[in-house]
Nanobody
Framework: QVQVVESGGGLVQPGGSLRLSCAAS????????VNWYRQAPGKERQFVAG????????NYADSVKGRFTISLDNGKNTVYLQMNSLRSEDTAVYYC?????????WGQGTQVTVSS
């Protein structure tokens, strides 16, 4: 079964850190690029970070640059999103998308809540 599954979300205080994971099954990230998105209540889904299948190229939304890091572990077939210095405005459901041409796979999302 081809799917991606996110995990690692939770409740964290402002200034804290979380690491999200995006695990693939039925295919390998070595051939797919991966993006993280997030969607806050009442808002549109927005791009957060992306990484190419080789892991050599990354890009970030301006709002998370310097705080978030995306990485790829081909051995574990997993993409990570390390989130540091979290703010209340980072609260959202975070989604992972793997894509290769017309092939696109979305995960179910993981909730991140930043609150004191």
């Amino acid at each position: 079964q081809v799917q991606v599954v996110e995990s690692g979300g939770g409740l964290v205080q402002p200034g804290g850190s979380l690491r999200l994971s995006c695990a693939a099954s039925g295919f390998t990230f070595s051939t797919y690029s991966v993006n993280w998105y997030r969607q806050a209540p009442g808002k549109e889904r927005q791009f957060v970070a992306g990484i190419t299948n080789t892991g050599t190229s990354t890009n970030y939304a301006d709002s998370v640059k310097g705080r978030f890091t995306i990485s790829l572990d081909n051995g574990k077939n997993t993409v990570y999103l390390q989130m540091n210095s979290l703010r209340s405005e980072d609260t959202a459901v975070y989604y992972c998308k793997a894509f290769l041409g017309l092939y696109v796979y979305w995960g179910q999302g993981t909730q991140v809540t930043v609150s004191s």
